[in-house]
């Protein structure tokens, strides 16, 4: 794995914490396996788990409803700050450490992993002569088998997670508005995966690798949109229409560069080409189903962001008060109806729907017996190469499809992450990070934020 970038405005922090959110959730049970494994769905996949915000809209609305151009009129800050690294490194230590294996209600989760974020990014950067905003840069969400993504239900649910669910955790946190994001898919089952669950996995998986590999200055979009298709039909499953990966910027989730997961007549995004210095949340969903999901019920809905470039005068108390409480504590990321006062913001919200002052991010669902799995990663495009800074171990996997005989996909996966140094005279010896390409990342892909 490429070494971290030097920084020197921020040393660079481990975070712990005494009791860290995988305790609070994971029940008593009996000993794990001594010897347990991290595998890929082939030698030549390693793991590689992990989404900004998530970008997963409605089949039919895939426009990227942006904020870039409005947020900051400031010259704008990219990783050539050293300071702006070490952020966001710090944001994606937070997000590594919320993931859990869960065992409880729903609603739980979500809502212990929204404080897990809050609690460890009020712990750092406190000594700076400027107030630096931090938290919750997408909630936490739990969305199980079928269900695609976003759901992160209200106070009052009562849903729970059942033995062999295929449990999706998607979350999001920052630090002075420079983003880390992460999703992963974990099946509750002792033991490896096996069958259509662990091909499903497996897809996302390799599909994931091989984005990484793919996202590199001088590469387009359409290049990595065209190769996950092509890892997920190599697992007989489908990438999930609808699914775009963000560039991330300062204060913005969603920025104007995007990579669309499947390329259609209905959904088309501009050309762009990856260059040095940016940001990427690489966002891959997979499904044994047909990968167009389809919204059932618009009351699940309760993850919103606010439209920054629309204004309309609401008509009703109510709902000038939700707005009103919504542009003070979110006035840029998204949040959740559980954050605000759970009675008017029934009311409220629909008002400001029906005005488009907010962006609602859907419950989507593929058909009961699909299943889906989801892979998201924050990716830093450094001078060094491109650096995955999220993600979380994978089970084992045991899947019944094998990519050992695609030549394309195995060429895919055995491209460096480390930008090739030009050869200027002799080679100084025994220096480290000067290889001309670094070790693929199959040989140690869980080490994205080693030091």
Not at 11 to 18: D, G, K, M, Q
Not at 130 to 150: L, Y
Not at 239 to 254: A, M, P, R, T, Y
Not at 410 to 420: E, I, V
Request: include cysteine.
């Amino acid at each position: 794995m490429d070494p971290p970038v030097s920084v020197t405005s921020h040393p660079r922090r481990r975070l712990t914490t005494s009791l860290p959110l995988a305790s609070i959730l994971i029940p008593p049970k009996p000993p794990p396996n001594p010897n347990p494994t991290t595998t890929s769905p082939s030698s030549a996949a390693a793991t590689a788990t992990a989404t900004a915000t998530s970008s997963l809209r409605s089949p039919v609305r895939i426009e990227a409803m942006s904020s870039d151009d409005e947020v900051r009129e400031e010259k704008e800050l990219d990783l050539s700050s050293s300071d702006v690294v070490t952020k966001y490194k710090d944001a994606a230590d937070i997000i590594n450490m919320s993931l859990c294996k869960p065992k409880a209600k729903i609603v739980d989760i979500c809502e212990k992993g929204d404080s897990y974020i809050r609690e460890q990014t009020g712990n750092i950067y406190k000594n700076v002569k400027r107030k630096i905003e931090r938290g919750v840069a997408f909630p936490t969400c739990v969305s199980v088998n079928n269900t695609v993504c976003h759901f992160s239900p209200l106070a009052t649910d009562e849903a729970v997670l059942e033995e062999n669910d295929m449990v999706k955790i998607d979350m999001g946190c920052h630090i002075d508005g420079f983003i880390a994001v992460v999703a992963h898919t974990h099946v509750i089952h002792d033991g490896a995966v096996t069958g259509k669950a662990a091909d499903v996995l497996a897809a996302a998986n390799t599909a994931a690798e091989v984005a990484l590999r793919l996202v590199r200055p001088g590469k387009k979009n359409k290049d990595v949109t065209e190769a996950i298709q092509k890892v997920a039909a190599a697992y007989d499953c489908k990438i999930v229409e609808g699914v775009l990966s963000h560039q991330l910027k300062q204060f913005v989730i969603d920025g104007n560069k995007v990579v669309l997961s499947v390329s259609n007549a209905d959904t088309k995004v501009d050309d762009a080409e990856f260059e040095e210095n940016e940001v990427y949340a690489i966002d891959i969903v997979t499904s044994t189903g047909e990968g167009k999901p389809k919204l059932l019920d618009e009351k699940q809905t309760t993850i919103y962001k606010r439209a920054v470039d629309k204004n309309y005068h609401l008509k009703m108390k109510a709902s000038r008060f939700i707005f009103s409480e919504i542009s003070q504590k979110f006035p840029i990321m998204p949040f959740t109806a559980r954050a605000l006062e759970e009675k008017r913001a029934r009311l409220g919200l629909v008002e400001c729907m029906n005005h488009e002052l907010l962006q609602p991010y859907p419950v989507l669902h593929e058909k009961p017996g699909d299943l889906v799995a989801h892979i998201k990663f924050t990716v830093l495009l450094l001078p060094s190469g491109s650096q995955r800074v999220t993600s979380h171990s994978l089970q084992e996997l045991q899947p019944t499809k094998s990519i050992e005989d695609n030549a394309e996909i195995k060429a895919w996966l055995a491209l460096g992450t480390k930008t090739k140094k030009k050869s200027g005279g002799k080679k100084k010896k025994g220096k480290k990070g000067d290889a001309a390409e670094a070790v693929p990342m199959e040989e140690g892909s869980n080490d994205a934020n080693k030091e």
